[in-house]
């Protein structure tokens, strides 16, 4: 088994300066915390993998190739791989758990 604290996940990404935090990889999946601050832009761009996102914390729209829906604390959204996205109109500090299949690269 492996077990995280996302106040520890949350201060490790924050000591290493990076919006992004990858803590478990293994075979088929890898995760990561990702983290934007309110009205930070997202610089993401479409990925080889399929991904899900679970909104932990903060409020934004995000927009899925042609689609954008509300986010916030307990959301859930699907993105398919190589599909542009990107998360914008950040009014709360954004905390963002990211679930890559395969392994992101």
Request: no cysteine.
């Amino acid at each position: 088994m492996k077990a995280f604290r996302l106040d520890e996940l949350e201060a490790e990404r924050a000591a290493n300066d990076g919006a992004y935090l990858q803590f478990l990889r293994e075979r088929s999946m890898s995760v990561g915390l990702y983290a934007l601050d309110a009205g930070e832009h997202d610089p993401q761009k479409p990925h080889n993998q399929d991904e899900v996102y679970f909104v932990v914390s903060g409020r934004a729209a995000i927009t899925v190739g042609m689609e954008t829906t509300q986010v916030a604390r307990g959301s859930v959204v699907y993105v398919p791989a190589g599909v542009a996205h990107k998360f914008h109109h950040i009014s709360e500090d954004l905390r963002v758990l990211v679930v890559f299949s395969p392994p992101e690269s």
